[in-house]
């Protein structure tokens, strides 16, 4: 490959990871740009991962939920526990919009994430093949 090609194609693919992921939220489900993020319940959640009724959502509990290690490497803190604050969730993960944030719901929502990423990361690939 062309070395001065090879910025340009690590700035594209840049570029479109970014964009799966607005592109997956997006899909999620329609966003109305003038509404306020929407602080979801959290409680069902919790209660479905937390077994021990600890306060924290640790590794052993966050996988037995099913639920992706690379999201609890980046939620989780210093104790390895993952514990929410009151940020809004992003655009789409209420699906059915009843307030509730549910392990289906964030499963749901990862896999549309990953899918846009799949279909980027492709795209991506087609267009530096062709560029070559």
Known sequence: MNSKRKPLLISIQLA??????????????????SAKPTVLDKAPFIAEVDTNRDGCMDRAEW????????????????????????APAPAGLDSNGDGKLTVAKV???????????????????????GAK
């Open 16 to 33: 479109l990871s970014m964009m799966a992921a607005h592109a997956a939220w997006a899909q999620a489900g329609p966003a109305d740009p």
């Open 63 to 86: 996988t037995a939920a099913g639920l992706p290690e690379s999201m609890f490497r980046q939620l989780k803190d210093t104790r390895g526990c993952v514990q929410f604050t009151g």
């Open 107 to 129: 499963l749901a929502f990862d896999r549309s994430v990953q899918a846009a990423k799949t279909a980027l990361a492709a795209s991506a690939a087609a267009a530096s093949s």
